[in-house]
């Protein structure tokens, strides 16, 4: 093997080793709690159901102008769009294209 093999192959197994230590280290840990553990609120207050529905599949209960409203932004911006609505409001609540 000549220098710059061994330089490339070092840097190679440098990088692997890196990489390796990064990926464990960012895995969320679930069986310890840690000291902040106590502090942890978990109520359903904290996690409401999903409130969001598809525009598509929702049209009882919105509010007066969000179809037109939405069917013209479509028309305007052009693309693959798709919307979602805060069911309790029947407004838009946020969308992805």
């Given at each position: 093997?000549?220098?710059?093999?061994?330089?490339?192959?070092?840097?190679?197994?440098?990088?692997?080793?890196?990489?390796?230590?990064?990926?464990?280290?960012?895995?969320?840990?679930s069986s310890d709690p840690g000291p902040l553990g106590r502090l942890a609120a978990l109520t359903e207050a904290l996690s409401p159901?999903?409130?969001?529905?598809?525009?598509?599949?929702?049209?009882?209960?919105l509010a007066a102008n969000v179809n037109d409203a939405w069917s013209g932004f479509r028309s305007e911006v052009g693309g693959s769009w798709v919307a979602y609505v805060d069911k309790r409001s029947g407004l838009l609540e946020f969308a992805e294209g």
């Open positions: 093997m000549n220098r710059m093999t061994r330089l490339s192959a070092g840097l190679a197994l440098t990088a692997a080793a890196l990489f390796a230590v990064n990926a464990s280290a960012q895995m969320m840990q159901p999903a409130s969001t529905a598809l525009l598509e599949q929702t049209s009882v209960g």
